[in-house]
């Protein structure tokens, strides 16, 4: 048990249907994180939240829409998906956003296995 | 910009021997965090190591040790006496202190080495 939770487990999705992720890190974290895990892909850094603020977005489609509604919550709302979006899609919280200062880590949620059909 | 390489996708040993998983970093800062996580079968990443870039001394935890030598970029990891617990896909991760626009990069990881204890 990390003190990051994601819902659900796991998601399989039509390319019309529009739904969303959860992450709720129990850690008093300021910064929060979605990362997405492909086959054969580096982790890929997706979304980076400090103080609930966007500080980073990496270029995604915008068929896929973060939400921070305090510091302890994170949403990936998705719309449209295609099926190349299907991964693992992980969440991760740390103390700064930069992680490692103050000699901390980011610590990761078990993901969510998204299949879209 | 950051980059991290592992070069080593696959790597299969008996238990009890040592093994070390390779990795080598790029980065314009001179600042920075160098991590070791560990990702079993069920998806999540477990935090294993962590070192600053200004303290080079190498330590040993357990059955864990690592090696990080800024001369050569590299931050090694070796796990001694390895068990079947100890399989598992094992990330190497980067992150920079970014001193313009006050944003944040993150981790950046390397594609993984997949660790194969064989019993």
């Known amino acids: 048990e990390t003190g990051v939770t994601q819902t659900p487990r796991h998601l399989v999705m039509g390319m019309t249907n529009k739904k969303s992720l959860k992450c709720e890190q129990h850690?008093?974290?300021?910064?929060m994180y979605w990362y997405k895990q492909s086959a054969k892909k580096p982790l890929e850094l997706m979304f980076v939240?400090?103080?609930?603020?966007?500080?980073e977005n990496n270029s995604v489609p915008s068929r896929f829409s973060p939400e921070c509604p305090n510091s302890s919550h994170l949403f990936l709302h998705l719309h449209t998906l295609q099926p190349e979006d299907s991964a693992l899609y992980l969440c991760?919280?740390?103390?700064?956003?930069?992680?490692?200062?103050?000699?901390?880590?980011?610590?990761f949620g078990q993901g969510t296995r998204l299949t879209v059909v | 910009a950051q980059k991290v390489t592992q070069a080593q996708t696959e790597i299969s040993v008996v238990e009890k021997e040592d093994v070390t998983l390779d990795c080598v970093y790029e980065?314009?800062?001179?600042?920075?965090?160098l991590f070791w996580y560990k990702q079993p079968p069920s998806g999540e990443l477990v935090f294993l190591i962590r070192r600053n870039s200004f303290d080079e001394q190498n330590e040993i935890s357990g059955r864990y040790s690592w090696n990080f030598q800024k001369s050569t970029s590299s931050f090694n990891f070796t796990i001694t006496a390895s068990q079947v617990v100890d399989s598992a896909v094992y990330f190497c991760a980067l992150s920079e202190r970014v001193y313009s626009g006050g944003g944040a990069d993150g981790l950046t990881f390397g594609k993984g080495t997949h660790l194969i204890i064989q019993p």
């Open positions: 980065t314009r800062d001179t600042t920075y965090y």
């Open positions: 939240y400090s103080l609930e603020e966007r500080v």
């Open positions: 850690l008093g974290h300021n910064a």
């Open positions: 991760a919280s740390s103390q700064e956003a930069v992680v490692g200062v103050g000699n901390t880590e980011a610590f």
